[in-house]
């Protein structure tokens, strides 16, 4: 769909954002944004959606109540049977800024993909 829209938000993104699934649904993202969001990350998210590739981005965003919080999101795009471009999986998740913040987002980011695939498993992970 054009502009990616949220097609469906978790219990998870809720509690962190602040925002209802009503408030979102069929809304870019790109609302989470704010004066702190790093743009070249912005940008990576940008590049990868128009080539259906994944990307993972860390991320200033801002709550419903305005307050900000880094989070890192992974992007992955979904194909039907047919190999068409047809969705995109975003997962997103708070950071503490640590020293092993990398090591901790790549074993989240493993457990919600394996979760998510096994959602879908008629389709094919680039």
């Not at 070249?40 to 940008?46: A, C, H, N, R, T």
């Not at 997962?91 to 993909?113: A, G, T």
């Amino acid at each position: 769909r054009p502009g990616f829209p949220l097609i469906y938000v978790n219990k998870a993104f809720e509690r962190i954002t602040g925002y209802s699934r009503a408030d979102v649904v069929g809304r870019n993202c790109r609302f989470l944004q704010c004066e702190h969001t790093e743009q070249e990350e912005v940008m990576k998210i940008s590049k990868a959606l128009a080539s259906a590739q994944s990307v993972r981005v860390g991320l200033t965003n801002q709550r419903k109540d305005g307050s900000n919080f880094f989070n890192m999101v992974s992007l992955k795009p979904i194909f039907d049977r047919n190999n068409v471009y047809s969705y995109v999986i975003a997962v997103q998740y708070p950071v503490e800024y640590e020293l092993n913040q990398e090591r901790i987002c790549q074993e989240r980011d493993h457990e919600h993909c394996d979760q998510v695939m096994s959602v879908f498993p008629n389709t094919m992970w680039s």
